[in-house]
């Protein structure tokens, strides 16, 4: 995929939902990887045509895993003049050895935004972009449907009341396999998360299905969209 594809799914997703309003300052979250970086190089290339003038600033919450590598997005920050925060937080020990946790992706989740949101407040964000793809869309529908029994989805627009921050989802039209061909073509970054139980997730047993339900039935990952924008979101 090339950038002008990639601006040209952004740019739906913020016309479309009203992401993006004079004077906003964005927080980008960085996890490291492909989704994260992605996404900031498309916001600081809409930037540059979008009639709507906002600022975006990267912000990556440091689990404190090991040994992850931030110097190569700093230096990718640093190209497009962008800011980059590292925010030090010992959320891996909590939830893997204080915390044991049996479920360690939800508890983990959580202070992972809360020490974002809090970071984001801190510096004058009014808003966070969080790379939630089109898979990732369909695969929590899919989630939601399995574990919970009711069909839901992630908005694309979500105001948080007590932090006052609203959380836009501008790669929800960018398919997943896009997203790896542009990190391959421009040469992303990609730090990888040393998190033990990556790869070993509900989310990844989601993923697996859907990928093996749309090899038997070429199309139907575009329908199950297209289901998830048909019902609205709450």
Do not use: W
């Given at each position: 995929m090339k950038a002008q594809r990639l601006f040209s799914y952004v740019r739906r997703a913020t016309d479309d939902y009203n992401m993006i309003n004079d004077g906003d300052k964005i927080a980008v979250g960085i996890s490291g990887g492909k989704d994260s970086l992605t996404l900031l190089y498309a916001l600081n290339g809409l930037k540059?045509?979008?009639?709507?003038?906002?600022?975006?600033?990267?912000?990556?919450?440091?689990?404190?895993?090991?040994?992850?590598?931030?110097?190569?997005?700093?230096?990718?920050?640093?190209?497009?003049?962008?800011?980059?925060?590292?925010?030090?937080?010992?959320?891996?020990?909590?939830?893997?050895?204080?915390r044991q946790e049996s479920n360690p992706c939800s508890l983990c989740a959580k202070m992972r935004k809360g020490a974002l949101n809090d970071f984001a407040k801190s510096i004058?964000?009014?808003?966070?972009?969080?790379?939630h793809h089109?898979?990732?869309?369909?695969?929590?529908?899919?989630?939601?449907?399995?574990?919970?029994?009711?069909?839901?989805?992630?908005?694309?627009?979500?105001?948080?009341?007590k932090m006052e921050l609203t959380v836009i989802r501008p790669l929800m039209y960018v398919p997943e396999a896009d997203v790896i061909g542009f990190t391959k073509k421009y040469e992303l970054p990609v730090a990888k998360s040393k998190c033990p139980v990556d790869g070993h997730t509900k989310r990844e047993y989601v993923k697996n299905i859907v990928k093996q339900l749309n090899k038997e039935n070429p199309g139907c990952k575009e329908r199950f969209f297209r289901a998830v924008l048909n019902k609205g979101f709450d």
């Open positions: 540059r045509f979008y009639p709507k003038k906002f600022d975006v600033v990267a912000i990556t919450v440091d689990l404190d895993f090991g040994i992850q590598d931030f110097s190569k997005i700093e230096k990718y920050c640093n190209d497009m003049d962008i800011e980059y925060y590292v925010v030090k937080t010992e959320i891996a020990n909590v939830v893997f050895n204080e004058g964000c009014n808003k966070i972009a969080y790379a089109k898979d990732d869309m369909i695969e929590t529908m899919f989630l939601s449907l399995i574990y919970e029994g009711r069909f839901h989805c992630f908005s694309p627009v979500t105001y948080l009341d």
